[in-house]
């Protein structure tokens, strides 16, 4: 079973079209971050969320935290073709070993 | 530039030969992860390691086994290669974090690519 629900799992759209992905769960999670892959590439941290409603801008990346930590969202605005990637959300439970639950991730492409 | 090192980007073996992936770290994080990657399955945790000599089982340990020697060293091991094993394999490692004092920021390798024939 998949902790972390991500949606939608590919996302193909236009340069310059905004889009949101969604990463749910029924479980708290004391931080929630953010990924982006490229290929042939591990991922690279974007954001790192901690608190409950916390909303983070990355220029024209926007993440935001649910009210209850059980959620996040991540939504760009006039996506551009660099933009492509996987990106994946990941959720800590809060004890010391560093262990993080990842989505299934969202593949995007950015056409120009 | 720290930097998590895989030592193979892409390996072909048969079936039933015994694999080993490496992973070194620079960075003195006491925690190192090995996850494989498949297509719409995400990254799926295997073993990980928060200390030297230390192991815990992830989400899907079955036909691997793991090494951590030295603190900046982790080893998966494949003991008798099965081509379901077919993979992508990425290395993590963070530093230790007591509850409460921030988020654990995983470092990531370029992935080790294993095809089993």
């Known amino acids: 079973t998949q902790l972390l629900e991500q949606s939608p799992q590919f996302l193909s759209i236009q340069e310059g079209e905004n889009l949101t992905v969604y990463c749910n769960s029924s479980?708290?999670?004391?931080?929630l971050q953010w990924y982006r892959q490229e290929p042939g590439e591990g991922p690279v941290l974007l954001v790192t969320?901690?608190?409950?409603?916390e909303v983070k801008k990355l220029k024209r990346l926007t993440f935001q935290f649910g009210d209850a930590r059980k959620d996040s969202s991540l939504h760009i605005t006039a996506a551009q073709p660099g933009d492509t990637g996987l990106y994946l959300c990941?959720?800590?439970?809060?004890?010391?070993?560093?262990?993080?639950?990842f989505g299934r991730g969202t593949q995007l492409t950015v056409w120009p | 530039d720290v930097k998590v090192t895989q030592s193979s980007r892409y390996l072909v073996k048969r079936t039933g030969e015994k694999v080993f992936l490496e992973c070194v770290q620079d960075?003195?994080?006491?925690?190192m992860f090995w996850y494989r990657q498949d297509p719409g399955l995400g990254l799926r945790l295997i073993y990980f390691s928060y200390d030297v000599k230390m192991k815990e089982k992830g989400d899907i340990p079955e036909g691997y086994s793991v090494s951590r020697e030295k603190k900046e060293r982790f080893s998966l091991i494949l003991e008798s290669a099965s081509t379901n094993q077919t993979s992508m394999y990425l290395c993590?490692?963070?530093?230790?974090?007591?509850?409460?004092?921030?988020?654990?920021?995983?470092?990531f390798g370029a992935g080790s690519r294993l095809t089993v024939l």
């Open positions: 990941a959720g800590a439970k809060g004890s010391t070993l560093g262990r993080l639950y």
């Open positions: 479980s708290v999670f004391s931080s």
């Open positions: 960075m003195d994080h006491e925690n």
């Open positions: 969320v901690v608190t409950g409603g």
């Open positions: 993590a490692s963070s530093p230790l974090r007591r509850a409460g004092s921030g988020a654990n920021v995983l470092t």
